[in-house]
């Protein structure tokens, strides 16, 4: 069993920050991507930043020079530092983590819940 629990989220100013945070646990032998995405009301689902398993970054155009995504390998968890925040950044957030549960297993991918992001303005 593999569980991605997202936490962070809450209600912030315009111009403020937050961190979000996600950790997977569970039968876990090796994680591969982790990304973060996002689903707005009345909105798709759209990707916000991956990082792959050795560290390489890619972002969407809307967060570039705002957002950051980092991973803690050996605590099996990513993290997604926001900053200047806009109320157009408010949305549910979402990680999604590649997990390999075994040594020559597949790859899965995980989600986890979901947690609010509200920016006023």
């Known amino acids: 069993q593999v569980q991605v629990v997202e936490s962070g989220g809450g209600l912030v100013q315009a111009g403020g920050s937050l961190r979000l945070s996600c950790a997977a646990s569970?039968?876990?032998?090796?994680?591969?991507?982790m990304t973060w995405s996002r689903q707005a009301p009345g909105k798709q689902r759209e990707l916000v930043a991956e990082?792959?398993?050795?560290?390489?970054?890619n972002y969407a155009d809307s967060v570039k020079g705002r957002f950051t995504i980092s991973r803690d390998n050996a605590k099996n968890t990513v993290y997604l530092q926001m900053n200047s925040l806009k109320p157009e950044d408010t949305a549910v957030y979402y990680c999604n983590a590649a997990i390999t549960a075994t040594t020559y297993g597949p790859i899965s991918w995980y989600w986890g819940q979901g947690t609010q992001v509200t920016v006023s303005s």
């Open positions: 990082i792959s398993s050795a560290g390489k970054t």
């Open positions: 569970g039968s876990i032998f090796s994680i591969n991507a």
